[in-house]
């Protein structure tokens, strides 16, 4: 009776770790998303401001890539935590979002000014 009662006690005290170790992780990445939202946010703030300010065109291709990375971090953390929107066609616009982020930040760089 006590073997099998130490050895129930020993695997659920193992499993518990994973367990403990699983929340951790996960509740980890749910901060550092926030954090990489919240900051892109800011961001796109900041460069409205800036275009507000100089009325350069440049600075709206960055502002258009700080949105639509917010919008992909959006659509990320939705798809995770609903389980409806695990579509294959999600990776592709969020690949395709990824794709759109870097063209924008291209052209803000390579874009002769007025």
Same mark, same amino acid.
């Given at each position: 009776?006590?073997?099998? !009662? ?10 518990? =770790? ?8 996960? #509740?980890? /990445? ?6 990489? =939202? ?22 709206? !291709? ?6 639509? !990375? ?8 939705? /798809? ?8 294959? !066609? ?22 002769? #000014?007025?």
């Amino acid at each position: 009776m006590y073997v099998i !009662f130490d050895t129930i006690l020993s695997l659920l005290f193992v499993h518990s =770790g994973m367990l403990l170790e699983l929340d951790i992780f996960e #509740s980890t /990445e749910t901060i550092i998303l926030a954090i990489t =939202g919240i900051f892109s946010l800011l961001l796109l703030g900041l460069s409205i401001s800036a275009y507000l300010k100089t009325r350069l065109n440049k600075i709206l !291709f960055a502002a258009a890539a700080f949105a639509l !990375f917010g919008i992909q971090l959006l659509i990320e953390s939705l /798809e995770e935590n609903i389980e409806f929107l695990d579509m294959q !066609f999600i990776s592709i616009i969020t690949s395709a979002m990824t794709l759109g982020i870097l063209v924008l930040f291209f052209l803000a760089i390579v874009k002769k #000014s007025r």
